[in-house]
C-alpha cells in the first residue's frame, strides 16, 4: 500500500501511515479519523477537480449505517 501511496501526486498527507494507524486505534478513534481522511480527500477533490460535484460525498459525510436490530 506504501509504495502505491508514494506514486500518488496528490493525497492527504501522511497518508500511508494514518490508514496504518486505523488499524491500532480502538473503534471510535479510528472511525473518527478516518472521516477526517475522507473530509481531506474531498477537499483535496475540490480544489484539483473543481469541475468534480463533492455535495453527495460531502452529504454522506456524517452519515452512519446503524447497526442491524434483532428481533428474537
Do not use: Y
Not at 500500500?1 to 494507524?21: G, T
Not at 460535484?53 to 442491524?68: D, E, F, M, V, Y
Amino acid at each position: 500500500m506504501s509504495k502505491f501511496i508514494e506514486q500518488m501526486e496528490i493525497a492527504p498527507e501522511n497518508l500511508a501511515a494514518r490508514l496504518e494507524d486505523l488499524f491500532r486505534f480502538e473503534a471510535r478513534v479510528a472511525v473518527h479519523e478516518l472521516k477526517a481522511l475522507v473530509q481531506e480527500t474531498v477537499q483535496l477533490v475540490e480544489i484539483h477537480m473543481p469541475q468534480a460535484n463533492t455535495s453527495s460525498a460531502k452529504q454522506k459525510l456524517g452519515w452512519r449505517q446503524q447497526p442491524w436490530q434483532v428481533n428474537e
